[in-house]
Protein backbone atom coordinates (compact mmCIF):
# COMPACT_ATOMS: atom_id res chain seq x y z
CA UNK A 1 0.00 0.00 0.00
CA UNK A 2 0.99 3.77 -0.63
CA UNK A 3 0.13 6.84 1.06
CA UNK A 4 -1.61 9.00 -1.20
CA UNK A 5 -4.14 6.17 -2.21
CA UNK A 6 -5.18 5.31 1.35
CA UNK A 7 -5.32 9.17 1.69
CA UNK A 8 -7.59 9.39 -1.44
CA UNK A 9 -9.79 6.51 -0.09
CA UNK A 10 -10.19 8.53 3.28
CA UNK A 11 -11.01 11.85 1.89
CA UNK A 12 -13.85 9.66 -0.46
CA UNK A 13 -14.99 8.42 2.37
CA UNK A 14 -15.07 11.55 4.74
CA UNK A 15 -15.60 14.09 2.22
CA UNK A 16 -17.57 16.56 3.87
CA UNK A 17 -16.79 16.47 7.69
CA UNK A 18 -13.66 18.21 9.29
CA UNK A 19 -10.25 17.38 8.11
CA UNK A 20 -8.21 20.42 9.09
CA UNK A 21 -8.74 23.26 11.59
CA UNK A 22 -6.30 26.62 11.96
CA UNK A 23 -7.23 29.23 13.70
CA UNK A 24 -9.14 31.10 11.18
CA UNK A 25 -10.55 28.25 9.45
CA UNK A 26 -11.71 24.64 8.85
CA UNK A 27 -11.64 23.18 6.29
CA UNK A 28 -13.22 19.70 5.23
CA UNK A 29 -11.51 16.75 4.00
CA UNK A 30 -12.65 17.56 -0.15
CA UNK A 31 -11.96 21.03 0.23
CA UNK A 32 -8.43 20.34 1.85
CA UNK A 33 -7.69 17.54 -0.81
CA UNK A 34 -8.45 20.21 -3.44
CA UNK A 35 -5.60 22.45 -2.04
CA UNK A 36 -3.67 19.08 -1.81
CA UNK A 37 -4.97 18.14 -5.53
CA UNK A 38 -3.44 22.17 -6.60
CA UNK A 39 -0.67 21.96 -4.46
CA UNK A 40 0.41 18.87 -6.19
CA UNK A 41 -0.11 19.73 -10.41
CA UNK A 42 1.61 23.49 -9.15
CA UNK A 43 4.82 21.26 -8.33
CA UNK A 44 4.32 18.97 -11.27
CA UNK A 45 3.92 22.41 -13.85
CA UNK A 46 7.22 22.92 -11.88
CA UNK A 47 8.50 19.87 -13.37
CA UNK A 48 8.56 17.56 -9.95
CA UNK A 49 8.00 13.99 -11.23
CA UNK A 50 7.89 11.24 -8.93
CA UNK A 51 10.73 10.34 -6.71
CA UNK A 52 12.00 13.80 -6.93
CA UNK A 53 12.54 15.77 -3.78
CA UNK A 54 10.66 18.81 -2.77
CA UNK A 55 11.99 20.83 0.72
CA UNK A 56 10.07 22.91 2.60
CA UNK A 57 10.62 25.79 4.90
CA UNK A 58 7.85 26.53 6.87
CA UNK A 59 5.13 27.35 10.13
CA UNK A 60 2.75 25.13 11.59
CA UNK A 61 0.02 26.37 9.48
CA UNK A 62 -2.46 25.49 5.95
CA UNK A 63 0.41 25.85 3.84
CA UNK A 64 2.54 22.96 5.51
CA UNK A 65 -1.41 20.83 5.15
CA UNK A 66 -1.18 21.56 1.42
CA UNK A 67 2.41 20.19 0.87
CA UNK A 68 1.65 17.29 3.64
CA UNK A 69 -1.04 16.37 0.91
CA UNK A 70 0.36 17.91 -2.45
CA UNK A 71 3.71 16.02 -2.21
CA UNK A 72 2.28 12.58 -1.35
CA UNK A 73 -0.50 13.22 -4.62
CA UNK A 74 2.59 14.13 -6.75
CA UNK A 75 4.58 11.25 -5.42
CA UNK A 76 7.45 13.76 -4.29
CA UNK A 77 9.76 13.10 -1.57
CA UNK A 78 9.42 15.89 1.30
CA UNK A 79 12.85 17.16 2.99
CA UNK A 80 11.41 19.22 5.87
CA UNK A 81 13.78 22.21 6.72
CA UNK A 82 14.34 23.10 10.30
CA UNK A 83 12.77 27.18 10.59
CA UNK A 84 15.51 27.62 13.34
CA UNK A 85 18.73 26.54 11.64
CA UNK A 86 20.98 28.61 9.73
CA UNK A 87 21.49 28.84 5.89
CA UNK A 88 24.76 26.84 5.52
CA UNK A 89 22.63 23.89 7.50
CA UNK A 90 19.52 24.39 4.72
CA UNK A 91 22.02 24.21 2.20
CA UNK A 92 23.64 21.28 3.20
CA UNK A 93 20.15 19.59 3.41
CA UNK A 94 19.11 20.41 0.20
CA UNK A 95 22.05 19.32 -1.40
CA UNK A 96 22.67 16.45 0.33
CA UNK A 97 19.13 15.36 -0.99
CA UNK A 98 19.21 16.67 -4.56
CA UNK A 99 16.20 18.86 -3.92
CA UNK A 100 15.01 20.08 -6.99
CA UNK A 101 12.10 22.61 -5.71
CA UNK A 102 12.06 24.52 -2.10
CA UNK A 103 8.41 25.94 -0.76
CA UNK A 104 9.09 28.31 1.81
CA UNK A 105 6.83 30.42 4.12
CA UNK A 106 7.35 34.51 3.57
CA UNK A 107 8.37 34.54 7.38
CA UNK A 108 11.57 32.43 6.39
CA UNK A 109 12.28 33.71 2.91
CA UNK A 110 15.30 35.82 4.29
CA UNK A 111 16.60 33.01 5.22
CA UNK A 112 17.15 31.08 2.06
CA UNK A 113 17.69 34.20 -0.33
CA UNK A 114 19.99 33.59 -3.00
CA UNK A 115 19.60 29.83 -2.44
CA UNK A 116 18.83 28.67 -5.72
CA UNK A 117 21.65 30.46 -7.38
CA UNK A 118 24.32 29.00 -4.93
CA UNK A 119 22.91 25.55 -4.21
CA UNK A 120 23.67 23.12 -7.22
CA UNK A 121 20.47 21.03 -8.26
CA UNK A 122 17.94 23.83 -6.94
CA UNK A 123 16.03 24.65 -9.72
CA UNK A 124 13.01 26.55 -8.05
CA UNK A 125 11.79 28.79 -4.85
CA UNK A 126 8.02 28.72 -4.32
CA UNK A 127 7.26 31.33 -1.89
CA UNK A 128 4.27 31.58 0.00
CA UNK A 129 3.32 35.11 0.43
CA UNK A 130 0.74 37.54 -0.58
CA UNK A 131 0.19 36.18 -3.71
CA UNK A 132 0.04 32.73 -2.82
CA UNK A 133 -3.32 32.14 -3.10
CA UNK A 134 -3.66 33.63 -5.72
CA UNK A 135 -1.07 31.05 -7.30
CA UNK A 136 -3.12 27.89 -5.56
CA UNK A 137 -6.00 29.04 -7.01
CA UNK A 138 -4.20 28.94 -10.79
CA UNK A 139 -3.32 25.35 -10.56
CA UNK A 140 -5.28 22.62 -12.30
CA UNK A 141 -7.94 20.81 -9.63
CA UNK A 142 -8.16 17.58 -11.21
CA UNK A 143 -6.20 14.61 -9.42
CA UNK A 144 -3.23 13.20 -11.32
CA UNK A 145 -3.69 9.69 -10.00
CA UNK A 146 -0.13 9.25 -10.25
CA UNK A 147 0.96 5.27 -9.23
CA UNK A 148 3.39 4.97 -6.45
CA UNK A 149 5.07 1.91 -4.84
CA UNK A 150 5.24 0.80 -1.36
CA UNK A 151 8.87 0.88 -1.89
CA UNK A 152 9.19 4.05 -3.46
CA UNK A 153 10.79 6.71 -1.07
CA UNK A 154 7.90 9.02 0.70
CA UNK A 155 9.86 11.48 3.14
CA UNK A 156 13.46 12.18 4.12
CA UNK A 157 13.94 13.31 7.64
CA UNK A 158 17.39 14.71 8.71
CA UNK A 159 19.68 13.53 11.96
CA UNK A 160 23.30 14.01 12.58
CA UNK A 161 25.96 11.98 12.24
CA UNK A 162 29.35 12.12 14.50
CA UNK A 163 30.63 15.28 12.56
CA UNK A 164 27.22 17.68 13.24
CA UNK A 165 26.68 17.68 9.55
CA UNK A 166 22.98 16.83 9.10
CA UNK A 167 22.12 13.34 7.44
CA UNK A 168 19.31 12.12 5.38
CA UNK A 169 16.94 9.24 6.59
CA UNK A 170 14.78 8.20 4.43
CA UNK A 171 11.28 6.78 4.61
CA UNK A 172 9.22 4.83 2.34
CA UNK A 173 6.08 4.41 1.47
CA UNK A 174 5.45 1.33 3.15
CA UNK A 175 7.54 2.63 6.42
CA UNK A 176 5.73 5.65 6.47
CA UNK A 177 2.54 3.37 7.24
CA UNK A 178 3.36 0.86 9.37
CA UNK A 179 5.43 3.85 11.84
CA UNK A 180 2.79 5.81 12.02
CA UNK A 181 0.78 3.30 13.02
CA UNK A 182 2.76 1.74 15.85
CA UNK A 183 2.86 5.61 16.85
CA UNK A 184 -1.13 5.57 17.79
CA UNK A 185 -0.59 1.76 18.96
CA UNK A 186 -0.96 2.00 22.72
CA UNK A 187 -2.55 5.60 22.83
CA UNK A 188 -6.47 6.02 23.07
CA UNK A 189 -7.91 4.95 20.35
CA UNK A 190 -9.32 7.26 17.55
CA UNK A 191 -12.74 8.47 17.31
CA UNK A 192 -14.88 9.55 14.26
CA UNK A 193 -14.92 13.00 16.57
CA UNK A 194 -11.51 13.03 17.76
CA UNK A 195 -9.33 16.15 16.80
CA UNK A 196 -5.59 15.69 16.73
CA UNK A 197 -3.66 18.68 18.06
CA UNK A 198 -0.57 19.84 16.32
CA UNK A 199 1.59 22.27 19.07
CA UNK A 200 4.81 20.85 17.20
CA UNK A 201 5.39 21.00 13.38
CA UNK A 202 3.52 18.38 11.25
CA UNK A 203 6.71 18.47 9.14
CA UNK A 204 8.71 16.89 11.93
CA UNK A 205 7.56 14.54 14.90
CA UNK A 206 3.57 15.57 15.23
CA UNK A 207 3.88 14.63 11.61
CA UNK A 208 3.45 11.35 12.90
CA UNK A 209 0.59 11.49 14.41
CA UNK A 210 -0.96 13.64 10.87
CA UNK A 211 -1.51 11.21 8.89
CA UNK A 212 -3.46 8.26 11.30
CA UNK A 213 -5.79 10.84 12.08
CA UNK A 214 -6.63 11.81 8.27
CA UNK A 215 -6.89 8.29 7.39
CA UNK A 216 -9.01 7.22 10.10
CA UNK A 217 -11.15 10.76 9.22
CA UNK A 218 -10.44 12.61 12.48
CA UNK A 219 -9.52 16.54 12.14
CA UNK A 220 -6.14 17.77 12.24
CA UNK A 221 -5.71 21.24 14.24
CA UNK A 222 -2.75 23.05 13.60
CA UNK A 223 -2.21 25.81 15.70
CA UNK A 224 0.27 28.03 14.14
CA UNK A 225 3.60 29.56 15.33
CA UNK A 226 3.52 28.14 19.17
CA UNK A 227 2.09 30.55 21.45
CA UNK A 228 0.99 28.84 24.90
CA UNK A 229 -2.11 30.93 25.45
CA UNK A 230 -3.39 30.68 21.93
CA UNK A 231 -2.63 26.84 21.89
CA UNK A 232 -4.68 26.59 25.27
CA UNK A 233 -7.54 28.64 23.81
CA UNK A 234 -8.00 26.49 20.55
CA UNK A 235 -7.55 23.01 22.57
CA UNK A 236 -10.77 24.43 24.64
CA UNK A 237 -12.58 25.91 21.20
CA UNK A 238 -12.29 23.04 19.37
CA UNK A 239 -12.45 20.13 21.96
CA UNK A 240 -9.23 18.46 20.98
CA UNK A 241 -8.60 14.90 21.94
CA UNK A 242 -5.10 14.06 21.23
CA UNK A 243 -1.56 16.29 21.00
CA UNK A 244 1.91 15.35 20.60
CA UNK A 245 4.37 18.28 22.73
CA UNK A 246 8.00 18.15 23.07
CA UNK A 247 8.67 18.72 26.67
CA UNK A 248 9.77 22.44 26.38
CA UNK A 249 6.23 23.33 24.93
CA UNK A 250 3.85 21.20 27.97
CA UNK A 251 6.27 23.02 30.78
CA UNK A 252 5.41 26.53 28.78
CA UNK A 253 1.29 25.30 28.69
CA UNK A 254 1.61 24.33 32.02
CA UNK A 255 2.88 27.52 33.52
CA UNK A 256 0.83 29.74 31.42
CA UNK A 257 -1.40 32.07 33.48
CA UNK A 258 -4.59 31.49 31.44
CA UNK A 259 -4.21 27.59 31.80
CA UNK A 260 -6.41 27.55 34.76
CA UNK A 261 -9.33 28.84 33.10
CA UNK A 262 -9.32 26.95 30.09
CA UNK A 263 -11.09 23.72 30.09
CA UNK A 264 -9.18 20.97 28.86
CA UNK A 265 -11.22 18.50 29.79
CA UNK A 266 -12.05 16.99 25.88
CA UNK A 267 -8.14 16.15 25.81
CA UNK A 268 -7.39 11.71 26.04
CA UNK A 269 -3.89 11.39 25.84
CA UNK A 270 -0.87 14.34 25.55
CA UNK A 271 1.88 12.55 23.84
CA UNK A 272 5.57 14.18 25.17
CA UNK A 273 8.90 13.01 23.06
CA UNK A 274 11.31 14.53 21.13
CA UNK A 275 13.48 15.05 23.97
CA UNK A 276 13.98 14.16 28.14
CA UNK A 277 11.36 15.34 30.33
CA UNK A 278 12.10 16.07 33.94
CA UNK A 279 10.09 14.66 37.10
CA UNK A 280 9.10 18.54 37.77
CA UNK A 281 7.63 18.74 34.43
CA UNK A 282 6.14 15.44 34.26
CA UNK A 283 4.40 15.77 37.33
CA UNK A 284 3.20 19.39 36.29
CA UNK A 285 1.54 18.32 33.19
CA UNK A 286 -0.26 15.89 34.96
CA UNK A 287 -1.61 18.16 37.34
CA UNK A 288 -2.61 20.38 34.47
CA UNK A 289 -4.31 17.57 32.38
CA UNK A 290 -4.66 15.00 34.56
CA UNK A 291 -3.79 11.09 33.86
CA UNK A 292 -3.53 11.65 29.90
CA UNK A 293 0.63 12.09 29.40
CA UNK A 294 1.97 9.40 27.44
CA UNK A 295 5.72 9.32 26.22
CA UNK A 296 7.57 8.29 23.82
CA UNK A 297 10.93 7.58 22.52
CA UNK A 298 13.00 6.77 19.46
CA UNK A 299 14.92 8.59 17.29
CA UNK A 300 15.13 9.51 13.68
CA UNK A 301 16.53 6.88 12.74
CA UNK A 302 14.77 4.08 14.63
CA UNK A 303 11.11 4.99 16.23
CA UNK A 304 8.64 4.26 18.31
CA UNK A 305 10.84 2.55 20.45
CA UNK A 306 9.03 2.89 23.55
CA UNK A 307 5.24 4.18 24.61
CA UNK A 308 4.10 4.73 27.84
CA UNK A 309 0.98 5.59 29.57
CA UNK A 310 0.23 7.80 32.71
CA UNK A 311 -0.93 4.74 34.04
CA UNK A 312 2.49 3.34 33.67
CA UNK A 313 4.34 6.48 33.92
CA UNK A 314 2.62 7.69 37.34
CA UNK A 315 2.50 4.22 38.81
CA UNK A 316 4.39 2.62 42.08
CA UNK A 317 6.23 -0.42 41.01
CA UNK A 318 8.98 -2.54 42.97
CA UNK A 319 12.01 -2.77 41.18
CA UNK A 320 11.43 0.42 38.73
CA UNK A 321 11.29 3.90 38.73
CA UNK A 322 9.17 4.96 36.00
CA UNK A 323 9.15 8.83 36.85
CA UNK A 324 12.76 8.80 35.54
CA UNK A 325 12.06 6.11 32.30
CA UNK A 326 11.70 6.94 28.90
CA UNK A 327 9.10 4.35 28.47
CA UNK A 328 8.52 0.60 28.07
CA UNK A 329 9.48 -1.20 25.41
CA UNK A 330 6.75 -1.16 22.17
CA UNK A 331 5.51 -5.05 21.27
CA UNK A 332 6.87 -4.20 17.66
CA UNK A 333 9.87 -2.81 18.64
CA UNK A 334 13.19 -4.88 19.72
CA UNK A 335 15.80 -3.17 21.96
CA UNK A 336 18.50 -4.74 23.49
CA UNK A 337 21.47 -3.25 25.90
CA UNK A 338 25.30 -3.96 24.20
CA UNK A 339 28.41 -3.77 25.58
CA UNK A 340 31.97 -1.93 23.29
CA UNK A 341 31.93 -5.03 21.35
CA UNK A 342 28.00 -5.12 20.59
CA UNK A 343 27.57 -8.29 22.94
CA UNK A 344 24.13 -8.26 24.53
CA UNK A 345 23.55 -7.55 28.18
CA UNK A 346 21.50 -8.83 30.72
CA UNK A 347 18.78 -7.08 32.21
CA UNK A 348 19.14 -4.26 34.51
CA UNK A 349 23.33 -3.58 32.76
CA UNK A 350 24.14 0.01 31.33
CA UNK A 351 25.00 -0.51 27.68
CA UNK A 352 24.37 1.39 24.63
CA UNK A 353 20.58 0.36 22.85
CA UNK A 354 20.12 -0.99 19.70
CA UNK A 355 17.00 -1.21 18.04
CA UNK A 356 15.13 -2.86 15.44
CA UNK A 357 11.24 -1.74 14.60
CA UNK A 358 9.33 -1.64 11.52
CA UNK A 359 9.93 1.41 9.57
CA UNK A 360 13.72 2.10 10.87
CA UNK A 361 15.69 3.30 8.32
CA UNK A 362 17.29 1.79 5.51
CA UNK A 363 20.70 3.86 5.64
CA UNK A 364 21.93 7.13 5.45
CA UNK A 365 20.92 9.00 2.25
CA UNK A 366 23.54 8.67 0.02
CA UNK A 367 26.38 7.93 3.08
CA UNK A 368 27.41 4.35 2.97
CA UNK A 369 30.02 4.71 5.36
CA UNK A 370 28.23 5.91 8.10
CA UNK A 371 25.12 3.77 7.48
CA UNK A 372 27.88 0.64 7.64
CA UNK A 373 28.68 2.25 11.36
CA UNK A 374 25.22 2.62 12.37
CA UNK A 375 23.17 0.23 10.50
CA UNK A 376 24.63 -3.38 11.81
CA UNK A 377 23.41 -6.86 10.77
CA UNK A 378 19.60 -5.26 10.79
CA UNK A 379 19.78 -3.40 14.52
CA UNK A 380 20.38 0.33 14.61
CA UNK A 381 23.23 1.36 17.28
CA UNK A 382 21.56 4.56 18.58
CA UNK A 383 24.57 5.76 20.62
CA UNK A 384 22.37 6.49 23.58
CA UNK A 385 23.27 4.54 26.48
CA UNK A 386 21.02 3.20 28.54
CA UNK A 387 19.30 0.33 31.03
CA UNK A 388 16.07 -1.67 30.76
CA UNK A 389 14.62 -3.33 33.97
CA UNK A 390 12.81 -6.72 34.76
CA UNK A 391 9.28 -4.35 34.00
CA UNK A 392 10.13 -3.80 30.73
CA UNK A 393 11.11 0.15 31.72
CA UNK A 394 13.62 1.97 29.43
CA UNK A 395 16.06 4.61 31.00
CA UNK A 396 18.39 6.85 29.28
CA UNK A 397 21.70 7.63 30.93
CA UNK A 398 23.57 9.60 29.27
CA UNK A 399 25.03 9.67 25.19
CA UNK A 400 27.88 7.36 23.65
CA UNK A 401 28.12 10.59 21.96
CA UNK A 402 28.69 14.01 23.14
CA UNK A 403 25.51 15.43 21.12
CA UNK A 404 23.16 17.84 23.06
CA UNK A 405 19.13 17.72 22.86
CA UNK A 406 18.00 21.29 23.58
CA UNK A 407 13.91 21.64 23.51
CA UNK A 408 14.02 18.80 21.07
CA UNK A 409 17.27 20.15 18.83
CA UNK A 410 20.06 17.64 18.30
CA UNK A 411 23.25 19.96 18.52
CA UNK A 412 26.36 18.61 18.14
CA UNK A 413 29.50 20.20 20.38
CA UNK A 414 31.96 20.43 17.45
CA UNK A 415 29.70 22.36 15.56
CA UNK A 416 29.54 25.06 17.75
CA UNK A 417 33.29 24.86 18.56
CA UNK A 418 34.47 25.31 15.13
CA UNK A 419 32.58 28.10 14.76
CA UNK A 420 33.74 30.16 18.01
CA UNK A 421 37.52 29.22 16.92
CA UNK A 422 36.81 31.72 14.55
CA UNK A 423 36.73 34.29 16.60
CA UNK A 424 40.36 35.79 16.59
CA UNK A 425 40.76 35.54 20.77
CA UNK A 426 39.51 32.49 20.81
CA UNK A 427 42.80 29.84 21.33
CA UNK A 428 40.94 26.86 21.93
CA UNK A 429 37.01 25.83 23.07
CA UNK A 430 35.02 23.01 24.27
CA UNK A 431 31.42 22.30 24.24
CA UNK A 432 28.94 20.43 26.12
CA UNK A 433 25.58 19.99 27.76
CA UNK A 434 24.76 21.32 31.10
CA UNK A 435 21.00 21.52 32.35
CA UNK A 436 18.55 24.37 31.68
CA UNK A 437 15.05 24.93 33.28
CA UNK A 438 13.11 25.48 30.35
CA UNK A 439 14.76 23.61 27.29
CA UNK A 440 16.12 20.44 29.45
CA UNK A 441 19.70 20.83 28.34
CA UNK A 442 21.94 23.77 26.73
CA UNK A 443 25.36 24.04 25.13
CA UNK A 444 27.85 25.76 27.09
CA UNK A 445 31.07 27.04 25.59
CA UNK A 446 34.44 26.98 27.24
CA UNK A 447 36.85 29.31 26.00
CA UNK A 448 40.13 29.80 25.92
CA UNK A 449 42.06 33.13 26.05
CA UNK A 450 44.93 34.88 26.44
CA UNK A 451 45.29 36.97 29.81
CA UNK A 452 43.98 40.81 28.25
CA UNK A 453 41.60 39.42 26.05
CA UNK A 454 38.42 41.36 25.52
CA UNK A 455 36.13 39.40 24.11
CA UNK A 456 32.83 38.96 25.97
CA UNK A 457 30.35 36.01 26.48
CA UNK A 458 27.78 38.32 24.36
CA UNK A 459 30.00 38.36 21.40
CA UNK A 460 30.69 34.19 21.07
CA UNK A 461 26.40 33.71 21.61
CA UNK A 462 26.13 36.33 18.58
CA UNK A 463 29.00 34.52 16.85
CA UNK A 464 26.91 31.41 17.06
CA UNK A 465 23.41 32.60 16.10
CA UNK A 466 25.11 34.53 13.15
CA UNK A 467 26.77 31.35 11.77
CA UNK A 468 24.79 28.44 12.88
CA UNK A 469 21.32 29.51 13.76
CA UNK A 470 19.65 30.82 17.12
CA UNK A 471 18.78 27.60 18.86
CA UNK A 472 22.59 26.29 18.70
CA UNK A 473 24.00 29.67 20.63
CA UNK A 474 25.19 28.41 24.09
CA UNK A 475 22.69 29.10 27.21
CA UNK A 476 26.68 30.12 28.82
CA UNK A 477 29.97 31.01 28.30
CA UNK A 478 33.20 30.91 30.55
CA UNK A 479 36.29 32.24 29.73
CA UNK A 480 39.82 30.36 31.10
CA UNK A 481 43.48 30.65 30.45
CA UNK A 482 44.63 27.26 31.65
CA UNK A 483 44.68 24.49 28.20
CA UNK A 484 41.43 22.54 28.54
CA UNK A 485 41.56 18.80 29.36
CA UNK A 486 42.81 16.40 26.74
CA UNK A 487 43.23 12.66 26.63
CA UNK A 488 46.85 11.10 25.69
CA UNK A 489 45.56 11.75 21.72
CA UNK A 490 45.01 15.33 22.01
CA UNK A 491 41.49 14.55 21.85
CA UNK A 492 39.14 17.42 24.30
CA UNK A 493 37.57 15.84 27.34
CA UNK A 494 34.17 17.33 26.89
CA UNK A 495 32.86 14.80 30.07
CA UNK A 496 35.38 16.02 32.51
CA UNK A 497 34.46 19.58 31.83
CA UNK A 498 30.48 18.63 31.80
CA UNK A 499 30.06 16.09 34.90
CA UNK A 500 30.43 19.14 38.09
CA UNK A 501 27.77 20.65 36.21
CA UNK A 502 25.34 17.29 36.30
CA UNK A 503 26.57 16.55 40.37
CA UNK A 504 23.37 14.99 42.00
CA UNK A 505 21.67 14.29 39.27
CA UNK A 506 20.78 10.24 38.43
CA UNK A 507 21.48 10.64 34.75
CA UNK A 508 23.29 12.77 32.41
CA UNK A 509 20.75 13.89 29.90
CA UNK A 510 17.89 15.99 30.92
CA UNK A 511 14.52 17.02 29.61
CA UNK A 512 12.83 20.47 29.94
Request: charged content about 25%; overall charge negative.
Amino acid sequence: MDVPSLMRQAMTLHRDRPALVTEHRSLTFGEAWDRGVRTANGLIALGVRPGDRVASLEENDLGAADLFLGAAIAGAVRVPLYARNARRAHQQMIEQTQVRVLVVDAAHVDEVKGLDEDTAGLEHVLVRDAGYEQWLDAQSDVDPQLLVGPDDWYVIRHSAGTTGRPKGVGYTQHDWLVNCRNWYYRLPNLQTDSVVGHAGPISHASGYLFLPAWLHGSANLLFGAFDPATVLALMERHRVTHMFAPPSMVQMLTADPSRADRDTSALRCLLVGGAPITDATALAGRAAFGDVLHQVFGQTEAVPLTVMTPQEWFADVPGSSPLRAAGKVLPFARIEIRDEDGVALPLGADGELWAQVEGQMRGFWDDEELTATRLVDGWVRTRDIGRIDTNGYVYVLDRADDMIVSGGFNIWPAELESAIADHPEVVEVAVFSVPHERWGETPMAVCRVEPGATVTAEEIVELVRQNLGSYKKPGAVEFVHEPLPKNVVGKLLRKALREPHWAGQDRRVAGA
